[in-house]
């Protein structure tokens, strides 16, 4: 009887040992899977931010362009709306053409896509972005028959902006979202280089 209880009692030991064991790993796991999330989203709304730095308007207090380093990009506005149709082309195909910088009455780019016309807006903004632009935009898709359409910002939309665009077929790409897709076109064209490098040559 006594050797059963100390063998029961074995495996029982063992069992628990072997749970917390276990518990412990998937703990760890779990810490480093959410670690790496925050990272990754730590990282791209850095570089979200980077984006607006590069293409935003600034002057120093005395009226004066600061002077940056020669390692860093920087753009003007005009330049954020071709890098953004550029994103967009990478994203879902088609083509995009940029709008001339004045006259365009709120449609910075438009994309033709398999399934038809989307019209896009730009705004390099540090803040949310009000619902004015959306509105903008989905007159102009209205009376240009588009089947949908991207508000794009370096910053965010505010909740009436997010309400106002329920059912509008528009598209709102925040800078981290943006930088999503930057990173994604990206990625495919490195995967057709390594396809270029790997094809055997004639």
């Known amino acids: ?93 088609g083509t995009t053409w940029v709008s001339p910088a004045s006259g365009d009455f709120g449609v910075d780019f438009e994309h033709r896509r398999k399934d038809g016309l989307y019209l896009g807006q730009v705004k390099c903004y540090e803040g949310d972005l009000p619902y004015d632009p959306i509105a903008k935009l989905h007159s102009n898709m209205v009376k240009s028959g588009a089947v949908g359409g991207y508000v794009i910002t370096t910053g965010s939309f505010s909740d009436n902006a997010r309400k106002f665009a329920e059912g509008l077929n528009i598209e709102l790409i925040d800078g981290v979202r943006l930088v999503e897709y930057w990173l994604d076109g990206l990625k495919q064209t490195e995967n057709v280089i390594a396809q270029w490098k790997e094809a055997p040559t004639v």
């Not at 059963?4 to 064991?21: K, P, Q, S, T, Y």
């Not at 935003?56 to 890098?83: A, R, W």
């Open 1 to 93: 009887m006594f050797i059963l209880e100390l063998a029961f009692g074995i495996v029982v030991l063992v069992a628990a040992i072997h749970f917390w064991w276990t518990k412990r790993r998937h703990e760890y796991r779990t810490s480093l899977i959410a670690q790496q999330m925050e990272s990754s989203l730590d990282m791209k709304r850095t570089l979200a931010m980077g984006l607006y730095f590069r293409f935003c308007k600034e002057k120093n207090q005395d009226g004066k362009t600061p002077k940056y380093s020669k390692i860093y990009i920087k753009q003007d506005p005009l330049q954020f709306e071709v890098f953004a149709a550029f994103v967009m082309e990478k994203k879902y195909g």
